[in-house]
Structures are given as C-alpha cells and as structure tokens.
C-alpha cells in the first residue's frame, strides 16, 4: 500500500501494514485505560502469534494500573526506557494527539511508519498513517476490525481486551449502537465472562475510597445556569483526598457527578502540582464536551472530555463555565 506522509487508511490497509512489518512497537497515552491498554495488547498478542517482533508500552506511571493487570498479554509490556528507538512500524493507540504519548513521543522519529488507530472526534492525525473514526465507540472496536480484516481469529484472551476497552468506553452499553451490542455478543461467545472482565475495571475499591467520596461529594457545587441554562455540576478532587488512592478511584468521581438531574454536564477538577488542575468533562445528551475541552486545550469525545489547567480551582470552573456559555 502507498505510504505517504497523513495517509488515511481503513482497517486493510492497517492490516496489510502490520502483515509486511519487520518490527513493531504499540504505544498508548500515558495514565492509560481500559481501552488503551486493551488495544495495544490485542495488536500486540496477535503481532507476536504472526511472529513479529513487537514492544508494549506506555510512558506513566511506571506500574501497569492495578485495575488493568487482569488484561491478556501483560508480559509484552516493556518500560519506557527499554523501547526501542528504532523499529519498523510504530502504533499509537488511543491517543488524540503526539503529546498523550509523553516521554515515547520521541520514538516517532525513529520508526519508518507511523500508524495511528484512535476514536477520538478531536485526533490531529499526527501518523504517517492514520486509521481513525471518530464514530467509534472505542478504539478496541476499530482494533478488531483490524484483526478481522487480518484474518486474525478471536480467541478468549483477545476478546477479553477487547470487551475491557468497550465496556469502559461506552459506559457499559450505555452509548452504544446496534453493532456495538453484536460486537459485544461476538466477543462474549469466546467463552469470556463479563463479569470477570468489568469487575476489576468498574466495581473494584479500596474501602478508603468511601471516605474520599464523602469528602468530594460532600463539598460538590451545581450551576442551574451554566450550559445555557442546562446546569453544571462539579466536584474538586484535592491532593489531600487522593492520598493513598489510586487512579482509578480518582477518575472515578465524575460519572458519579454526572448523574445529578439538574445538570446536563459533570465536570471534576483533579488537583496535580500546585494550581494546577486535571480536568474530566461528561455530557448526558446535548452538550458537545469535546468541543468545550478543545477550546480549552483539551479534547476527547462528544459525551466525555478532558483538559488540563492552571490556576485556583475557582479560576479554572470560572473559565469552564464562560467556555460552556
């Protein structure tokens, strides 16, 4: 297939890339989840049953998540530091832009293609090869269209990472089309049990969350007004309450703001280095947050977004809520 510089490709002519790679390595955002890391080792497990040589790895943190070690394929992982300058065929999963990459955005330049598989609406098309749908409901579901296209079978230990990054995604079938429940049907007569995959990435807290959650939700705000009159809920998670507390159980304060009635967004403002805020946007219906988190800086999906922001916590909402009109 021809290869020139921001090539847009479907899922043959990734197939068909990876089929003739000598070498690959597949990189996800930093910080990653479930469909991150799901789709990285999906390429991964099939790339290293073709007999390819091939790298896993994100750059942060410097452990695997704990909610997503339950994933096939975690011996393909490799520290940051261990990846390859040169390789054939770099992959980039999951990530809207270069800088998601973090430290292993410099591991670009040393490949001779760049392939970039992602759903997100606001990517910037940053490969030599880009396969991306922003209609897609995760980026495990254009992997496996990658795979099919491959002739690769579905197995249990590929179906589970791949049910790992739909489930998330689409808040457990909550934002799904009829395809996505059939692709979900086709992935869960692998043998794999539903409950097994979700539990570890969903249902699964250290009991000192619930006082994290007393403190945060405790303290939560509503703007009637903001959105145009659609509401605005928020919560701000400070350093004191993330003491001890993994990521996940950090991240997973916003769908718990977003169910508030009176909102049509939910945004929470996560407190890193002093004044300065990593934020997570969802939208019920109407509210495009993606469009709201590209203005400030930011991006992601039309019902779930994210940005990051400097500032008190009360300059940040201040700016959110002008950004939201």
């Not at 942060?60 to 390859?84: C, I, K, N, W």
């Not at 491959?150 to 909550?174: E, K």
């Not at 705000?221 to 919560?235: D, I, K, S, V, Y």
């Not at 993994?246 to 280095?273: I, M, N, Q, Y």
Request: glycine share 10%; proline share 4%.
């Amino acid at each position: 297939m021809t290869t020139v510089s921001g090539t847009e490709t479907d899922a043959r002519g990734a197939a068909e890339l990876l089929e003739q790679a000598t070498s690959v390595t597949v990189v996800c955002h930093v910080n990653p989840d479930a469909d991150a890391l799901g789709s990285a080792l999906a390429l991964g497990t099939a790339l290293r049953r073709r007999g390819t040589p091939v790298q896993v790895a994100f750059a942060d943190p410097a452990e695997t998540p704990e909610s997503l070690r339950t994933l096939p394929g975690g011996d393909l992982l490799v520290a940051p530091g261990e990846v390859s300058h040169e390789v054939d065929v770099l992959v980039v999963v999951d990530c809207g832009s270069a800088g998601r990459m973090g430290a292993l955005r410099d591991r670009m330049s040393g490949a001779r293609e760049v392939l970039v598989v992602d759903h997100h609406v606001s990517n910037a098309r940053f490969g030599s090869i880009n396969l991306v749908d922003g209609a897609a409901e995760s980026t495990t579901v254009l992997v496996c269209e990658v795979l099919d296209a491959w002739g690769v079978p579905l197995d249990r230990d590929l179906a589970h990472c791949l049910y790992a990054g739909l489930v998330t995604d689409t808040a457990s079938f909550r934002w799904a089309r009829p395809a996505t429940h059939e692709l979900a049907a086709r992935l869960l007569a692998t043998g794999i049990d539903p409950v097994d995959v979700s539990r570890p990435l969903m249902d699964t807290h250290p009991f000192g969350w619930l006082g994290m959650l007393a403190s945060v939700l405790g303290s939560a705000g509503l703007h009637r007004e903001a959105a145009g009159g659609l509401g605005l809920a928020h919560a701000v998670v400070r350093c004191s309450d993330r003491e001890g507390m993994r990521a996940e159980e950090t991240e997973s304060v916003v769908d718990l703001v977003r169910t508030a009635s009176e909102a049509e967004v939910a945004a929470v403002l996560k407190e890193g280095p002093p004044r300065q805020w990593s934020v997570s946007l969802r939208a019920k219906s109407v509210v495009d947050v993606s469009a709201v988190a590209a203005l400030l800086g930011g991006g992601g999906h039309r019902r779930s977004a994210g940005y990051t922001a400097r500032g008190s916590s009360e300059d940040v909402l201040a700016a959110l809520r002008t950004a939201l009109g």
